[in-house]
């Protein structure tokens, strides 16, 4: 459905130094940069899929929406979406993305939201019969029905957020680019468009791919995540396969009645020891939760048992630090 | 066609959200040509006339370009207000849409408060008309219309250049001023006032002469022959948005492949 290979791109960007006799210089002669902001990258999306776009500031995740969503002409490199190459048939391409920059509203700021949906309706030419359905079953979905004719500048963030989203997919896109959809929410309205991504992409079989700094967001969604780093792309798996590649450690904390002997557990390492509780670290791959449980209970009286597994945050600072960006 | 008329309903309903500064502004643009059309009026009281031109003619002159001025303006402002939306990278937004760029840009603002100055330009208009004694006949009442177009055509090709501009540069517009206000300041007096150059300038480069010097003439019965040359003139100066179109796109182009 989606198909990058080898596609690059680099800025001019003006170079700006410091002192008044540079400034002067700058107006006359420019010293130009060249900051290779794509590099090379190639990846493949299935129908239907939740892909995950991450990375850190400046890594190219925006560059990399702007492509394929036909904003930007990369330098090389193939794109295909859809059997369309984006920035080639831009207009005949549009008509099956939505996208949404989560820190820009594509919505009419001082008329009702149902007065934009209704010009995106005659922009998009839906026809009647669609846009009627489609409208119904988004506010229907993402319980819009009391904010349809309050005007944007008066909905919280969380209340446009959604209906930012609705509008993206009112003339009914395969693909949904989101870029930071969470940004500034509160934890209810976060929780709120995730479900809401959720059901388009199972009902409706959207394909959706985010770029987000939350992790949790990627958590609740994504399949599968895409990394980039100075423009480059870094790792391509599921958030499991991540899992399995940094996340083997699990930390487990035993509370107990009063024990004085420090515990002998061979297959973990000790992190902290009172006489009421203990921290070990394990790898599970050297040894199974269950095996120190098992130790520990025959040396003392458990009262309860945490098991922990690493953030997904600390796994991605990980990966990042592997690949130092 | 139909969707520019959306935009324009959408934005009219905004702009109603704020009636009281609505009002003020529109009134405010509805005296500020009058100063200049009291220079002009004491100007003629002064001189009597100026090159064989009459204060009516003149003031004729001034109301179909400030006509011309506050329609673009008004429906043009897209244009002329582009840079913001370039700056604020809502021009992404646009790129991601179905339709023209172009008519999205004009669609993005209207500056309804420019209906001031226009009915101020309209009252000089018909003052200017029920005094000169001109034998109206239906092609004259059509070529006077079509002079107004042709200004509103000529004054949105200026703003659709120096929006141009700003996919190199934010900054640097004001130079687009000097066309489209000094062109509205020059186009008020008859062309033939002017040194040469300017005439040719105005009349080839930035045809505003075409827009109203030249079927002014033709109006007032001033043609030498070749009336129906005279006549179409406006129609020569509304080709002027076509060059403007294909610079507006080599400018889209650019902006895609460098993305500032």
């Given at each position: 459905m989606i198909e990058l290979r080898g596609i690059g791109k680099?800025?001019?960007v003006a170079k700006r130094s410091a002192g008044l006799t540079q400034a002067l210089k700058a107006l006359f002669v420019r010293e130009h940069t060249v900051v290779e902001a794509l590099h090379d990258i190639t990846f493949q999306v299935k129908e239907g899929e939740i892909v995950g776009y991450i990375g850190p500031n400046g890594a190219g995740k925006s560059t990399t929406i702007k492509v394929m969503s036909g904003i930007l002409v990369p330098d090389q490199g193939f794109c295909s979406i859809m059997g369309y190459t984006p920035w080639k048939q831009r207009t005949a391409y549009v008509h099956h993305i939505g996208v949404v920059f989560g820190q820009r509203s594509q919505?009419?700021?001082d008329v009702p939201v149902i007065d934009s949906f209704e010009l995106l309706r005659d922009i998009y030419r839906i026809p009647a019969a669609a846009y009627k359905a489609n409208c119904e079953l988004l506010a229907e979905t993402l319980d819009l029905r009391d904010l349809l004719h309050v005007p944007v500048r008066q909905l919280s963030l969380g209340q446009r957020m959604r209906c930012e989203i609705a509008a993206s997919l009112l003339h009914g896109p395969r693909i949904l680019f989101l870029d930071e959809p969470t940004i500034g929410l509160d934890a209810v309205s976060k929780i709120a468009v995730r479900q809401f991504i959720k059901t388009i992409n199972k009902e409706k079989g959207v394909t959706v791919i985010l770029t987000t700094h939350d992790m949790s967001d990627i958590e609740a969604l994504a399949d599968r995540i895409l990394m980039i780093g100075g423009g480059t792309l870094l790792y391509d798996g599921t958030l499991g396969e991540l899992r399995g590649k940094f996340g083997t450690q699990r930390t487990?904390?035993?509370?107990?009645?009063a024990h004085a002997q420090p515990l002998d557990v061979p297959e973990a390492s000790l992190l902290s020891w009172s006489p009421e509780r203990a921290v070990f670290s394990v790898d599970t791959e050297n040894a199974s939760i269950a095996d120190v449980i098992a130790r520990l209970s025959r040396q003392v009286e458990l009262i309860d048992v945490a098991i922990e597994t690493k953030p997904v945050e600390q796994l991605i600072v990980e990966l990042y630090k592997e690949h130092d960006v | 066609m139909r969707l520019y008329f959306?935009?324009?309903?959408?934005?009219?309903?905004?702009?109603m959200q704020y009636r009281a500064s609505f009002w003020l502004l529109t009134c405010g643009q509805f005296f500020s040509p009058f100063v200049m059309f009291a220079g002009?009026?004491?100007?003629?009281?002064?001189?009597g006339q100026l090159r064989g031109w009459s204060f009516y003619e003149v003031a004729l002159c001034f109301a179909v370009i400030q006509m011309a001025f506050s329609l673009s303006e008004c429906f043009a402002r897209g244009f002329d207000a582009f840079s913001g939306l370039v700056a604020g990278g809502d021009?992404?937004?646009l790129l991601v849409r179905p339709r023209s760029t172009a008519l999205q840009v004009l669609g993005s603002k209207f500056e309804f408060t420019?209906?001031?100055?226009?009915?101020?330009?309209?009252?000089v208009l018909v003052w200017a008309l029920t005094n000169l004694p001109v034998a109206w006949n239906a092609a004259k009442a059509v070529t006077l219309v079509m002079m107004v177009a042709s200004g509103v055509l000529i004054f949105t090709g200026i703003y659709m250049l120096a929006a141009t501009l700003c996919f190199w540069t934010i900054q640097g517009l004001e130079v687009a001023n000097i066309f489209t206000d000094g062109g509205r300041e020059m186009a008020q007096y008859p062309l033939n006032i002017y040194q040469k150059w300017v005439t040719v300038f105005f009349t080839f480069i930035i045809p505003f002469g075409c827009a109203n010097y030249l079927p002014l003439l033709y109006i007032l019965d001033k043609a030498d022959g070749h009336e129906v040359m005279y006549m179409l003139a406006p129609f020569a100066g509304a080709l002027f948005l076509l060059p403007c179109l294909l610079v507006w796109q080599i400018g889209v182009r650019h902006y895609r492949s460098t993305g500032s």
């Open positions: 680099s800025f001019k919505l009419w700021w487990v904390t035993v509370d107990y009645r | 959306k935009y324009l309903s959408i934005l009219f309903r905004s702009q002009v009026y004491f100007m003629f009281e002064r001189f021009f992404d937004r420019r209906f001031g100055r226009l009915l101020q330009s309209i009252i």
